[in-house]
């Protein structure tokens, strides 16, 4: 294989940025991808004319980090409705996020005033500036409400579910620093689908590399050659570079790098048509009492008709995966409880009906940010290998196009390549 300045390895969001960045400085790259697409963790499938993202995913269309690296208008954003519907027996109630929008909850059956006292404690680094919400020592989520007093029934039934639907996490130990910042970002941010799937993100960011992906190259390990590069091993052979940066999933990068393993969230995504949408609603749907599979649901298609074929609606439900065990194991029996916890969520018997399109589980959905929080770890290992991906900053499409500029900044450090008049850093 023909030498190169750099090899990345992987064609998720965060090689493709720093791909697209050494690119611009004028570095020869080469991106060497496993599998017949691009966007890693971010994807769609196409399946008799409905699109199915690879789980229930979206991104902030004003966030920072992707009006930087993202055309958004041309992936025509359609915009969720902020935060989530509480599926409660004796009612709905919709709850934004925000300090208000949490009390206005309470007070509408679900805690007493002391609760809401408690609940306001618990909420004040909503109202603080981002380096405020950072300072002091981090916590788990479960250990910040025992602090804070929040009660059971506040926990389980209000916040339980909503740390689900943001992290994929059930047992509360992400990262309460970092749960405050994500609050704050549904709170002033605008969670979006692509008007054609999510599939569009990392779509567009390859058609803008002037190199083209070399796809169903397996690599197989690096061999560092002692100051004077190194080279990746693939099936197909060996490829010579000065520098090689690893955008792999975590497992892979890991296990390939030797670096320390990365706790992930698993979930299972559930993919149903039906000819009747169950609520009109732009807003995910969960069960405060958690009784059944199911994490969260939405009607796909109130958001972005064009994931359905005219006159059809698309409804994804997601299954957190228990710790140590993963996502669902499937089959039939599996189905039917899914159904019947959507049938309770939208209140509509119909759902026993509807057909299923697709059903994606990953045991390795987005990485667990636990504390302390960490928002930027090391990318140069040494020796001319780099390592990029939300893993090395926080979880997220943010966090990984962040990450890929990130580690792009440092290959040119250390190729000595003078970036002064570019934006990458």
């Known amino acids: 294989m023909d030498a190169t ?33 691009v966007g890693g963790r971010i994807g769609s499938d196409r ?75 618990w909420t004040e680094p909503l109202r603080r500036p981002r380096d405020r919400v950072l300072s002091g020592t981090d916590m788990t989520v479960a250990e910040s409400l025992e602090r804070f007093e929040i009660s059971p029934q506040i926990r389980d039934q209000v916040l ?52 083209p992906i070399d796809h169903g190259v397996h690599v197989t390990g690096i061999l560092r050659d002692s100051g004077d590069g190194v080279r990746v091993l693939t099936e197909d052979g060996e490829l010579p570079a000065r520098a090689v940066v690893v955008a792999t999933d975590p497992g892979t990068a890991a296990t390939m790098l030797g670096l320390g393993a990365v706790q992930m969230r698993a979930l299972t ?32 298609t109130n958001v972005a008709p064009r994931y359905a074929p005219a006159g059809r609606h698309l409804v994804a ?24 916890q959507l049938a309770q969520v939208f209140r509509t018997p119909a759902a026993a009906a509807w057909d299923l399109v697709a059903r994606h589980e990953s045991a390795e959905a987005w990485p667990a940010v636990r504390p302390p929080l960490i928002e930027r770890r090391d990318v140069d290992l040494g020796d001319g290998v780099f390592v990029t991906g939300d893993h090395r900053e926080t979880s997220g499409i943010a966090a990984a196009l962040r990450s890929g500029r990130r580690a792009a900044a440092a290959v040119l450090a250390d190729l000595g390549v003078d970036n002064s008049d570019s934006s990458i850093g």
């Open 5 to 37: 300045d750099v090899a990345v390895i992987g064609a998720g969001l965060s090689g493709l940025i720093c791909a697209r960045a050494l690119e611009e400085s004028g570095t020869a790259v080469r991106v060497l991808e496993s599998t017949d697409r």
């Open 47 to 121: 399946v008799d004319g409905y699109r199915c993202d690879r789980g229930l995913q979206w991104l902030d269309a004003t966030d920072p980090d992707v009006l930087a690296e993202v055309e958004v208008s041309s992936l025509n954003p359609r915009p969720i409705q902020s935060g989530v519907v509480l599926a409660h027996p004796d009612g709905y109630r919709i709850l934004r996020g925000s300090q208000a929008s949490l009390i206005a909850v309470l007070r509408a059956g679900l805690g007493d005033p002391q609760d809401i006292a408690h609940l306001v404690r």
């Open 160 to 211: 339980r579910p909503l740390m689900r639907l943001l992290f994929a996490d059930d047992s509360l130990d992400t990262s309460y620093q970092y749960a405050m910042l994500v609050m704050q970002g549904l709170v002033f941010g605008t969670p979006s689908l692509p008007a054609l799937g999510m599939q569009a993100l990392p779509d567009q960011l390859a058609h803008r590399l002037e190199a």
């Open 269 to 300: 995504t559930w993919w149903f048509s039906t000819d009747v949408s169950p609520t009109s609603l732009r807003i995910p749907f969960v069960n405060p009492l958690g009784a059944g599979p199911v994490s969260h649901a939405l009607v796909v």
């Open 317 to 340: 439900a997601v299954s957190v995966g228990q710790p140590g065990v993963g996502p669902g194991v499937g089959g039939r029996e599996e189905e039917l409880a899914v159904r019947d």
